[in-house]
C-alpha cells in the first residue's frame, strides 16, 4: 500500500528566504506526482505535475524535483513571501487510478 | 470561467438524515473524485468516476453514495450509515487517469 510523507510538518521562515519542503513516497511505482497549495478553509490550488519520466517542473518560483528510485520528491520556494504561507499537499498517482496523499506541510512565511 | 463549484459551501445535518453535496465541473473532463480531509490528516478519497454512469468506490466508501447521470455532474450523498460525517470535503476532475487534477472549494459539513 503506498504511503506519502511529508517532511516537516510545519515550517516558520522569514520573508525572503530559499526553502525546501520533503515528499516521500513507499512504492516507486507511480505515474506521476502533483504538488498543490491549501488555504485555510479553501480548496486545493494545483502548482506543478511531474509525469514519472520527467525530473523536474518549474513554475515561477517554483521548482519541483522527482526521484523516482528514492521515492522522493522535492519543492523548492524562492525568495518566499508571506503570500506563499499555506499548506503544501503532494499527492502520487498510484496504479488503481487514484491520487494518494500526504498530510501536508504548513508553511508560514514571517514579513 | 471554466472550474469547479461546489455547494452549498457550509451544511448542517441532524442525525439521522442524509443530506447530498452537488459537484459540478464545465471543464469537459471525464473523470471526477470526491475526498474528504479531517484535520491534520491528508485527503481521502470516498468515490471517482472515469465516465458517465459508472463509478468506483474509493477507500472510505462506506456511509456514501454517488451517482454520474451527466458528465458535467457528480453529486454525493452522505447517508445515515456514515456514523462521523463531520469533515470538509472536496471534489476534483481531471481530463482522465493521471491527467493533473483540479479541485473545487469544497463544502463543509458538520452533524448537528
Known amino acids: 500500500k503506498q504511503e506519502v510523507t511529508q517532511i516537516p510538518a510545519a515550517l516558520s521562515v522569514p520573508e525572503g528566504e530559499n526553502l525546501v519542503l520533503n515528499c516521500s513516497f513507499t512504492?516507486?511505482?507511480?505515474?506521476?506526482l502533483q504538488w498543490f497549495r491549501q488555504d485555510p478553509g479553501k480548496g486545493l490550488t494545483s502548482l506543478l505535475l511531474?509525469?514519472?519520466?520527467?525530473r523536474e517542473q518549474t513554475s515561477g518560483r517554483l521548482n519541483a524535483s522527482l526521484d523516482k528510485s528514492s521515492g522522493r520528491s522535492t519543492l523548492y520556494i524562492a525568495a518566499s513571501q508571506p503570500g506563499d504561507s499555506a499548506t503544501y499537499l503532494c499527492?502520487?498517482?498510484?496504479?488503481?487510478?487514484?491520487?494518494?496523499f500526504g498530510a501536508g506541510t504548513i508553511l508560514r512565511v514571517k514579513s | 470561467d471554466g472550474g469547479i463549484t461546489q455547494s452549498p459551501k457550509y451544511l448542517f445535518r441532524k442525525e439521522g438524515q442524509n443530506v447530498t453535496l452537488s459537484c459540478e465541473q464545465n471543464?469537459?473532463?471525464?473523470?471526477m473524485y470526491w475526498y474528504r480531509q479531517d484535520p491534520g490528516q491528508g485527503l481521502r478519497l470516498i468515490y471517482y468516476?472515469?465516465?458517465?454512469?459508472?463509478?468506483q468506490k474509493g477507500d472510505i466508501a462506506e456511509g456514501y453514495s454517488v451517482s454520474r447521470e451527466k458528465k458535467e455532474s457528480f453529486p454525493l450523498t452522505v447517508t445515515s450509515a456514515q456514523k462521523n460525517p463531520t469533515a470538509f470535503y472536496l471534489c476534483?476532475?481531471?481530463?482522465?487517469?493521471?491527467?493533473?487534477?483540479?479541485f473545487g472549494p469544497g463544502t463543509r459539513l458538520t452533524v448537528l
Open positions: 476534483a476532475s481531471s481530463l482522465g487517469r493521471d491527467n493533473e487534477q483540479f
Open positions: 512504492d516507486s511505482a507511480i505515474y506521476n
Open positions: 511531474i509525469q514519472s519520466s520527467q
Open positions: 499527492a502520487v498517482w498510484v496504479h488503481g487510478n487514484k491520487l494518494v
Open positions: 471543464l469537459n473532463h471525464d473523470a
Open positions: 468516476s472515469q465516465i458517465v454512469n459508472d463509478f
